[in-house]
């Protein structure tokens, strides 16, 4: 149960962190009006309202494709709930809380504002290799990257058959 407390905990942080750079981006930035701030050669923070998903995919322009792609990264975050409240290991449910805490935050502009706010503009020179992102993109991604990452590290090795025991035990007499 602690493991999930803390899983929990971690997506309540993400949540908020992303909800804090949100409100500065929207709010003392002024990011919107400003349009873009440059940090460092490589990086910008690039005022972006994104009404679809990831990479502006299924983008919702009337108010019925507006509300189905709530529900439907809605039931995609409770899934991702439940997954935490079955799961044992730590390492998975940490993951599951980047994925959790960030849908939540994406979630929540779509459902205050009608689309998301992305700012983050990771550039080299003209070629960007991520669209336009946030807070809570990263983490989702980063999640999903821990999740394959710990399914495809951790296989299971079969266990060995008495009789396989014994015939190795065999041939090195």
């Not at 990086?43 to 983008?59: K, P, Q």
């Not at 809605?74 to 044992?88: F, H, N, P, S, Y």
């Not at 960030?102 to 550039?123: E, K």
């Amino acid at each position: 149960m602690r493991n999930r407390l803390t899983g929990f905990g971690l997506a309540l942080g993400v949540f908020a962190l992303d909800r804090a750079i949100k409100a500065l981006m929207a709010g003392p930035l002024d990011l919107q009006a400003v349009g873009v701030v440059k940090l460092l050669p490589f990086f910008d923070l690039r005022w972006t309202e994104n009404y679809g998903v990831s990479y502006g995919m299924f983008t919702a322009q009337s108010s019925e494709t507006k509300f189905a792609l709530l529900a439907m990264t809605g039931l995609i975050a409770c899934g991702v709930a439940v997954w935490m409240l079955r799961e044992k290991v730590l390492g998975e449910i940490l993951a599951l809380a980047l994925v959790l805490g960030g849908a939540l935050g994406n979630i929540y502009d779509r459902f205050t504002r009608g689309y998301v706010i992305d700012y983050a503009d990771l550039h080299i020179g003209q070629w960007r290799p991520f669209l336009i992102f946030n807070l809570a993109d990263a983490a989702i991604t980063v999640g999903v990257l821990i999740l394959l990452a710990r399914s495809l590290l951790s296989r299971e090795k079969p266990a060995k058959s008495a009789d396989a025991a014994n015939d190795t035990a065999t041939e090195t007499v």
